[in-house]
C-alpha cells in the first residue's frame, strides 16, 4: 500500500475525493430545480390572486345580473331592495384619475424635460433624490395631508365644496404620482442620443425646441407609457380616496361631491365585517376583478407600448 | 445681393430665446413643485405634532384617551411584521432573481416569469390584500396575526427584490465567474462563493427598500381587518397587532370625533417617516459605500 507522505491513505483521499464530487454532482442537479419552484412561486401569486377573485365573482353573478352590475347606476349594498350597480363607483375612480392626472401629466413632464434638457449635472444631483422622496412617502400620509390640509384650503376658494369631496384626493393623488411620470419619462428622453440634439442645435434651434421637437417624439413611447402606468397607479390608489374623498355612492360627475372608488369601497366592505356568503361579501370581489382587470389591462398596454415601440438607435 | 436680411434674423432669434427661456423658468417652477409640498408636508406635521412627541408618546400602549396614548403597540407589531415579511422576501426574492438569471435559458418560461414579475409589481395593494384575506385569514385559518399580514406583504414587495436582486446579479461581471470556473469551482460553488457575495450591497438595498414600502402600506392591513384599538402588545407572531400606518389611519378618521386625534396622527406620521428616512439612508450608504464598481 502506498503511503502518502504524510501517512495518509491515496485510496482514502480517492475515495473521498469521489464522494466529494458525487455529493457536488447532486447539488447542482438538486439547486437548479429548487430554484425554479421559489421562482414559480410568483405565478402562483397570480394565479391564487385570478382564481380567488373569480370564484367569488361567479357567485357574485349567480345574484345579481351582469348587465345590472355594469351599468347599475344606484349602488345602495345595505338593506332590503339592495342594488349593485358599479357605474358609482367607476365614476368616483375614473374622476380621481382624471383628476390626478390632470395635475401629473403637466407637471411631471415639466419637469421631466428640465431634469434631461436644462438642469446641469449638479442640479440634477439635487432633484432627483427630491423627487424620489416624494415618491416614497406612504400613500396615508398623503390621505392625512389631503384631509387636513388640502381640503380646508379649497373649502375656503371653493364655497359648496363638501368637507370630503373626490377634488381634494385627486389633487393630492396627482402629486404623490408626479415622480413617477417625471423619472420615468426622463429616462426615456436621456436616453434619446446627444447626436439627435446636436443636430437640431447645429440647424439653430434653441433649447426648448429641441426638447419639444426632437427630444420628446423622439422618446414619445416611453413618455406614454409611463403615463399608463401612472393611471393605473391612480386607479388602483386607496388610502388618500378612502380618507379624503368619503363614502358617498354617488353617480354624478360634480367634482365638489364626496363619491367612493373601487378602491374605497373595498376597504369599506371588509371594514364592515360583511357576513360570508352573503351578497353584499360577494359583491367585495366582483368589485375587486373589475378593479384588477383594468389595471392588469393598463399594465399589459404599458408593457407593450414600451417594447414594441422602442426606438432602436 | 442679399440673401439674408440680419435684422430680421436678428429679430425672430431674439424672440425665440425669450420664448427658450421663458419656458425653462416654467419647467423650473414645474420640477420645484414637488419641493414646495415635501416642505409644506414636512412642516405641517411637525408643528401639528409639536407637544405630542415625547417618550411617553413612544413607550405608552395605545389608549382611547388622547393625552395618555401611546405607539409601542404599533412599533412592536411593525418590528414583528419585519420579522416576517424579511426572510421571506430574501429568500424567495433572491431565489427566483438567481434561477432567471443563472438558471433559466432563455425562452418561453423565463419571458413569461419576468412579464409575471412587472404585471404583479403593478397590481394595486389592495388586491393583494384581497388575496391575503381570503387565503391566510380565512382559509388557512390563520385569522389576522402578525404571520398572515406578514405573508401577505411578503408576496407585494417580492416583485421590488426581484428586481433589484436580478439587476445586482446581472452587474456581476463575466470574468469573476470564468476565474471560478477556471479553478475548477461548480456552477452553484460560483454562484455561492463569488456571484452572491459581489452582488449582495445591490439585494439588500433591494430587500431595505422592500421593507420600507412595506412599513409604509395601509391598504391591505385594513382590507385584513387589522385593528387599531385596545389589543395587548404582540409577543410573536401568533399575536393580533397593529402598525403605524393603520395607527394613522384611524386616529385620522376618528379626528373628526376627538380633535387630538389629529395630532396623534400627525405625530405618528412623523415616527414612521423619521423610521422610512433611516431606513432609505441606509439603503443609500449601502449603495454608496460597498458596491464596487467592476
Known sequence: MAKHK??????????????????????????????MVIATISIFTTLGIILTLLFETVEF?????FLDFFTGTKLKPLGENA??????????TIISSVIAMAVAIPIGLMSAVYLSEYASDRVRRILKPILEVLAGIPTIVYGFFAFTFVTPILRAIIPGLE???ILSPGIVMGIMI???VASLSEDAMSSVPNAMREGALALGSTKLEVAWKVVVPAAMSGIVASFVLAI????????????????????????????????AYIVEVTGGDAPAGSTLYYSLYAVAMTLFVFTLIMNLIAQYISRKYREEY | MKYVDAAQVQKKMNSRLTVNNIAKSLFLAATLIGLVVLVILFYRVISQSMGWIDLQFITNKLSTMADRAGIMGAIMGTLWLMLVVAPITLFLGVGTAIYLEEYAKKGRLQRFLQTNISNLAGVPSIVFGILGLTIFVRA???GNIVLAGGLTMALLVLPIVVVASQEAIRSVPGYLREASYGMGATKWQTIKNIVLPASLPGILTGVILALSRAIGETAPLVVLGIPALLIPLPEGIFDKFTVLPMQIYYWTIDAALVAEYANLAAATIVVLLFILLVMNSIAVIIRNKFQRRF
Open chain 1, 6 to 35: 504524510d501517512g495518509v491513505n491515496v485510496r482514502e483521499l480517492i475515495n473521498e475525493k469521489k464522494t466529494t464530487l458525487n455529493t457536488n454532482r447532486l447539488i447542482e442537479a438538486f439547486i437548479p430545480k429548487f430554484l
Open chain 1, 163 to 165: 368637507p370630503t369631496n
Open chain 1, 83 to 92: 342594488q349593485f350597480g358599479v357605474l358609482p363607483l367607476l365614476t368616483g
Open chain 1, 61 to 65: 353573478f349567480k345574484a345579481v345580473p
Open chain 1, 178 to 180: 408626479i415622480p413617477m
Open chain 2, 140 to 142: 388557512a385559518g390563520l
Open chain 1, 232 to 263: 393605473s397607479r391612480a386607479i388602483g390608489e386607496t388610502m388618500i380616496v378612502t380618507i379624503a374623498s368619503g363614502s358617498t355612492k354617488n353617480f354624478t360627475f360634480d367634482i365638489t361631491q364626496s363619491m367612493q372608488t373601487m378602491t
